[in-house]
Nanobody, 118 residues
Framework: QVQLAELGGGLVQTGGSLNLSCAAS????????MGWFRQAPGREREPVAA????????EYANFVEGRFTISIDNAKNTVYLQMNSLKPEDTATYYC???????????WGQGTQVTVSS
């Protein structure tokens, strides 16, 4: 069973930065895509960024606006999300996910809280 474990959340002021990481363990060979999602209180979970393991092709949600960078270290089975210029509206629980396709992800982490103070 694949397991995903996120690290790196916390409290930061507006304009600050955080770097989230997500380490995958278990039979990860079936994972072609890894992504980051977030869910704020009272809102639906939304995609943030995704990366294809084979060639590093990435995509971002419109609200990222160049502030976040997703990257992957396949040797370590770890995906990162570098978040800069954080805004209060980025406050949410951030989840790492992995799957064969870039939708309907099969595996999810437990989430890490990101809080941006104004």
């Amino acid at each position: 069973q694949v397991q995903l474990a996120e690290l790196g959340g916390g409290l930061v002021q507006t304009g600050g930065s955080l770097n989230l990481s997500c380490a995958a363990s278990g039979p990860t060979s079936s994972i072609n895509y890894m992504g980051w999602f977030r869910q704020a209180p009272g809102r639906e979970r939304e995609p943030v960024a995704a990366i294809r393991r084979s060639d590093g092709i990435v995509e971002y949600a419109n609200f990222v606006e160049g502030r976040f960078t997703i990257s992957i270290d396949n040797a370590k089975n770890t995906v990162y999300l570098q978040m800069n210029s954080l805004k209060p509206e980025d406050t949410a629980t951030y989840y790492c996910a992995g799957g064969q396709f870039n939708e309907g992800y099969d595996y999810w982490g437990q989430g890490t809280q990101v809080t941006v103070s104004s």
